[in-house]
């Protein structure tokens, strides 16, 4: 069950401003996230970026707004989990494509509840977990240990952008893996 580039969609949940500073390795998920984002840009892998109640949590901070590639959606929500909106639930049908990486904060609340709603969608869900976290490791790790149980794929960075580009020896390869250098 590898993660492949031309079947996946990159969902990038809640990486806001009055939020980020009260996650636990916030620079971590900043990094990994910016790694992710650049390696779906490189090889054409759609991104969907969620915003929760941006009026009260603040945008996406820059750095995440920064390696969006062109084109991709912003989509602002109330609900918790991004699948209890339409537009981000239409955003995805119309990629047409059955795996979802994921990444973002809170991991026990937004992240686990937009991937229990991916799964019962029908979604592949790969989380991708340096790339998440929660005010507190405890919270990050209940989360992990609930999705991975619901049937959720835990990966890393790593994992997901190698699966991606699939082989060495190519000018994507020497690009993309100079993310993770």
Not at 40 to 47: E, F, I, M, N, T
Not at 76 to 93: C, H, N, Q, R, Y
Not at 116 to 121: E, K, P, S, Y
């Amino acid at each position: 069950m590898l993660v492949r580039a031309e079947e996946s969609v990159l969902v990038v949940v809640d990486v806001q401003a009055r939020l980020l500073p009260a996650i636990h390795e916030s620079e971590r998920v900043l990094r990994n996230a910016g790694i992710l984002l650049k390696a779906a840009d490189a090889l054409s892998v759609p991104v969907v970026l969620t915003e929760q109640y941006a009026k009260g949590l603040g945008e996406t901070v820059e750095e995440v707004r920064a390696a969006l590639p062109a084109g991709s959606p912003v989509l602002e929500k109330i609900t918790f989990a991004s699948t209890g909106e339409p537009s981000f639930v239409a955003a995805l049908k119309a990629l047409e494509r059955h795996q979802v990486v994921l990444c973002g904060t809170e991991a026990h609340v937004c992240v686990l509840q937009t991937a229990l709603g991916l799964l019962q969608l029908g979604y592949t869900v790969h989380l991708v977990a340096d790339a998440v976290s929660s005010r507190t490791p405890a919270n990050h790790a209940a989360a992990i240990d609930r999705m991975r149980a619901a049937g959720v794929s835990i990966v890393t960075t790593e994992m997901v952008v190698f699966e991606w580009m699939e082989r060495a020896g190519t000018p994507l390869f020497k690009t993309v893996s100079a993310l993770i250098r």
